[in-house]
C-alpha cells in the first residue's frame, strides 16, 4: 500500500492578517482559489512585505468553498476583516474559499535566515506546494516534522549548509 504523505502549501500572506492569525482573532484563511489540500494537510505561512519572513505554519482542518454571501455568515466571527472588506475582496468571485485552522505554530524568521538553509528558497507571489526535498528542508528550519518519518521515504535529500 503506498503510503500517502501530507501536502504543504507555502502561502504568502500580508502581515497584518499574520498577526490576528498568531493573536487568535483569525483562524480562517480566506481565498479565491481552492488549494489541493485536505484536512491535515499543512500550510507554511510567508510574510510578505514590507517583514519578509516565514512566520509559521499550521494544519488545515478543514475547507470550505460557497457562494460568497453565503459563506460569509458562517465564517464573519473568524475571518479577522470586516463585512467590507470581505465584500470588496470577493466582488468579482462567485466562489469563496475558507481554510479553517487547526495547531497554529509560530516563527520569525528573515528571509536571510531560510536562506542560509535552504538556498532555493523563493516567496511566492500567492501561494507555492513544496516538493518532498523542499518539505524536509522547511522542518529543518522550523524545527517540526511534518512528514513521518517512520515511513520509509525514498527520497533524494538536498544537502544542507550548516
Known sequence: MKQEYP????????????????DGQKN??????R????????????ESSPTKC???WFKVQSISCKDPQKLWHKVQDNVGITKAEFDDYYKKSKVAVAIAM???YSTKLSLQEVRETWESFKPPQNFYYLK????ILAEKIIGFDIIDKSANLQ????????
Open 7 to 22: 501536502k504543504v502549501l507555502l502561502l504568502s500572506i500580508k502581515p497584518q492578517y499574520v498577526q490576528k492569525i498568531l
Open 28 to 33: 480562517i484563511e480566506l481565498r479565491k482559489t
Open 35 to 46: 488549494p489541493k489540500l485536505k484536512k491535515g494537510d499543512f500550510i507554511l505561512v510567508y
Open 54 to 56: 516565514l512566520r509559521g
Open 102 to 104: 487547526k495547531s497554529v
Open 132 to 135: 518532498k526535498e523542499e518539505i
Open 155 to 162: 527520497l533524494t535529500i538536498p544537502s544542507v549548509k550548516h
